[in-house]
């Protein structure tokens, strides 16, 4: 299945979280934290204007980005757990 998202909004694939810390401890799965950093899948046309042009997207596919902790609404394709949230939660690009 395809999922091509509308407008300013993208569809990211979250990274996994750290299975350890700094000092070499194991996380269970109970105490690993969600999430923030993840890789655009796609991404929509742009925001619509009130001249009815479309906005570029800062984004492109391919980017791996920061997002807000609670950010975007969770779906499953194909098994996978994918993000879809709007260009503005993102926070960053990772370069």
Partial sequence: MN????D???V???VEAETKTAGGIVLPDTA???PQK???VAIGEGKLLDDG????MS???GDMILYARYGGTEIKVDGK????MRESDVLAKVE
Avoid: F, M, Q
């Fill in 38 to 40: 993840g890789k655009v």
């Fill in 59 to 61: 984004v492109k596919k």
């Fill in 81 to 84: 757990e994918l993000l879809i």
């Fill in 32 to 34: 690993k934290e969600k």
């Fill in 53 to 56: 042009k479309r906005a570029p």
């Fill in 3 to 6: 999922v091509r998202p509308l």
């Fill in 8 to 10: 300013d909004r993208i």
């Fill in 12 to 14: 990211v694939e979250p």
